[in-house]
């Protein structure tokens, strides 16, 4: 009798568990104090550059600066700054996204200076504190 009124606490529990490994991941800075982290999947990655930016790069507005770049099936980035909306670059060149480093894990959330992102399954979605952000997946890429 007390299993039988016990099952459905127990099946609550086992439908919370997924949601307690869910939460926010942080990532180490380099030494110049950016990060980078790449979606699980290895076809985004992110670098997330602070306000002055580093010795070697200097963000277009003075930064922070979040940039993050998709290889297939075209290779684009999209940056997104403290103010306006954000920037599709849709043949940026360069092409070396996506090492094989830190992984936002799906269901995970990052944050630094003014800037979110969401990893899930469907692709990664970023937001500033502006209200401006981007969505990035092997389907779509969208910016507001």
């Not at 507005?61 to 954000?86: M, N, Q």
Request: with cysteine.
């Amino acid at each position: 009798m007390l299993a039988r009124e016990a099952a459905p606490a127990i099946l609550l529990l086992f439908a919370w568990l997924p949601l307690a490994h869910a939460g926010g991941q942080s990532f180490p800075a380099s030494s110049q104090g950016q990060v980078e982290f790449n979606a699980p999947s290895g076809n985004i990655g992110c670098i997330y550059t602070p306000k002055g930016g580093t010795s070697t790069y200097s963000p277009q507005d003075g930064g922070p600066e979040l940039s993050c770049s998709r290889i297939e099936p075209s290779y684009v980035t999209v940056i997104l700054g403290p103010k306006g909306p954000a920037t599709l670059i849709k043949n940026p060149g360069e092409q070396s996204c996506c090492s094989d480093g830190d992984k936002l894990d799906y269901g995970n959330s990052w944050s630094q200076g003014p800037f979110t992102c969401q990893s899930s399954t469907k692709g990664l979605t970023c937001t500033g504190s502006n209200g401006h952000g981007f969505f990035v997946s092997k389907a779509k890429v969208t910016v507001q």
